[in-house]
């Protein structure tokens, strides 16, 4: 942060209100997205089961988090990171540490010991941000999609 100003930012849950940042900042994750659609999958986010969390500054949205409760079969007391960014003119001042973390809190209170990411091969310095707080890389997975219900 050496030269720059001190950041006053704060996390907090999203709201309807937030619906335009959401959607400009889903856009600059590379799912172009409307407001009206975000409005739509933020009702649809179960509230004991997920969060989308935002960063505050000078009461503008500049990152947000979704994190979820990730019950399987197979594992026992995971969560999963389904998306994180911040706004490209506000990285590197320590909003994505602040929203991971809050992410972080979030499953921790609800008995997860575990956090999942699953973060596309191409985003090497997403990677390295991951990496240098404290997550270790797992398994490589191949991702299937079928479209359903329509002519295929
Ligand atoms: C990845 C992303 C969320 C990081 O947010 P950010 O606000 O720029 O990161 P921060 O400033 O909070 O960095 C936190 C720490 O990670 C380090 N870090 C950040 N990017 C890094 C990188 N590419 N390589 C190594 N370390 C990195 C910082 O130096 C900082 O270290 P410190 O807290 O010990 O000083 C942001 O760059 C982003 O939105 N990228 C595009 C979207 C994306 O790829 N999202 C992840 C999808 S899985």
Redesign the pocket.
């Known amino acids: 942060m050496c030269g720059r100003t001190p950041l006053t930012m704060h996390v907090r849950e999203a709201r309807a209100q937030d619906v335009g940042a959401l959607a400009e900042l889903a856009t600059q ?1 590379g799912y172009p997205s409307h407001p009206e659609e975000v409005l739509h999958r933020l009702r649809c986010v179960v509230p004991e089961r997920s969060r989308v969390l935002v960063a505050v500054v000078d009461a503008c949205v500049v990152g947000w988090v979704h994190v979820s409760l990730y019950p399987t079969l197979v594992t026992d007391g995971a969560a999963q990171i389904h ?4 706004d490209q003119k506000w ?8 929203l991971l973390e809050a992410a972080e809190s979030w499953a921790l209170d609800r008995a997860c010991r575990t956090m999942l ?1 699953r ?1 596309n091969v191409i ?1 090497r ?2 990677h ?2 991951y990496r ?2 404290g997550y270790q890389q797992g398994k490589t997975s191949v991702t299937f999609a079928k479209v359903l219900g329509g002519e295929h």
Not at 83 to 86: K, N, S
Not at 91 to 98: E, K, N, S, T
């Open positions: 994750l998306g994180l960014v911040v990285r590197d001042r320590g909003i994505g540490r602040a990411v973060s985003r310095e997403a390295d941000f240098h707080l």
